[in-house]
């Protein structure tokens, strides 16, 4: 008689046993944020028990009603779950956040204007919200309550500073300006202004100009007529024909302090090295032969 109740409750811990073992359901979601261009994001699971590990193949969807976005769990947790989280974020997260997500989701996975947000294994259910808070600080809990986000991963590691702090502004690339965030507006060489908006902060397309280039001129902005032997004159148009002295004087190669013997030395270094910025025949297309020099040297006796 005793044997067969130590079998049945061998079998009884068994069948409690194994599920919990290979368990993934008492997780929740417990928060989920985004920056105002939807290229920050991140949603964190929390669970209070131990043994929610195996959470491979599991997903978690987003729809805004007309479009659904999925994520699949390509693994499983390997710390423990007790009182524990998984972060799930965009890839630029661990830069921007201080943060290493444990998985990772596209930007814009969660729609910003409203939508529902599930984790299907969860007793909680769907999260239908409205509009997400858009200051780069403020998530919303599982009860849509806003609060400073608190991101934090399976290892415990967390924001040293509290929470991320992504704020808007005001993004101008060329003439075109958009609502971003400055880590996703200088990945694009934008400029990027504090809290500006694009009605406010007006874009405009930059300034270009003459830009001299060793006996060389062409139309270009401030940013991109940078080097050796290189200055900004800013005119709106190059030498004319035959013009060898405005807005460039050409026999000025290195443009510093005007005409003097340096520029001769200056030249001739170019000129062994192959910069076609000595190209004084074909206009910096090539290829550089002797008479370039002899050319130089009539405009430097020439001057400007």
Do not use: K
Not at 35 to 59: E, M
Not at 87 to 104: E, H, M, Q, S, Y
């Amino acid at each position: 008689m005793r044997s067969i109740l130590a079998l049945l409750a061998a079998c009884v811990v068994l069948a409690v046993s194994a599920p919990a073992r290979a368990a993934f359901h008492l997780y929740d979601i417990a928060e989920f944020f985004s920056s105002a261009d939807g290229s920050v994001q991140f949603i964190r699971l929390h669970s209070p028990f131990g043994g929610q590990n195996f959470v491979a193949g599991q997903v978690v969807t987003c729809s805004d009603g007309n479009t659904t976005h999925t994520f699949t769990f390509d693994h499983n947790i390997s710390s423990d779950t007790t009182n524990g989280d998984i972060l799930i974020a965009t890839a630029n997260f661990t830069a921007v956040g201080g943060v290493t997500p444990d998985f990772t989701i596209e930007p814009g996975f969660l729609f910003i204007n409203g939508g529902t947000l599930t984790f299907p294994p969860s007793f909680a259910g769907p999260i239908n919200y409205s509009a997400m808070p858009t200051d780069g600080v403020t998530s919303l809990s599982a009860a849509l309550t806003p609060q400073p986000n608190t991101p934090r991963n399976s290892f415990g590691m967390a924001n040293t500073a509290g929470q991320v702090q992504v704020p808007p502004g005001a993004c101008c690339v060329g003439s075109e300006c958009s609502i971003r965030i400055q880590f996703s507006c200088t990945a694009l060489d934008g400029t990027w202004t504090l809290g500006g908006t694009c009605a406010s902060t007006p874009c405009t397309a930059p300034i270009s100009g003459a830009c001299c280039r060793g006996v060389l001129c062409s139309i270009t902005t401030p940013a991109a007529c940078t080097g050796t032997n290189t200055t900004f004159n800013g005119a709106p148009l190059c030498n004319p024909s035959g013009n060898n002295s405005s807005p460039c004087c050409r026999a000025d190669f290195n443009h510093v302090n005007g005409l003097s013997i340096q520029d001769i030395f200056d030249y001739l270094n170019a000129w062994f090295a192959g910069s076609l910025t000595t190209d004084t025949e074909n206009n910096g297309a090539g290829p550089l032969t002797i008479q370039s020099i002899f050319n130089f040297l009539n405009l430097w006796f020439a001057g400007c």
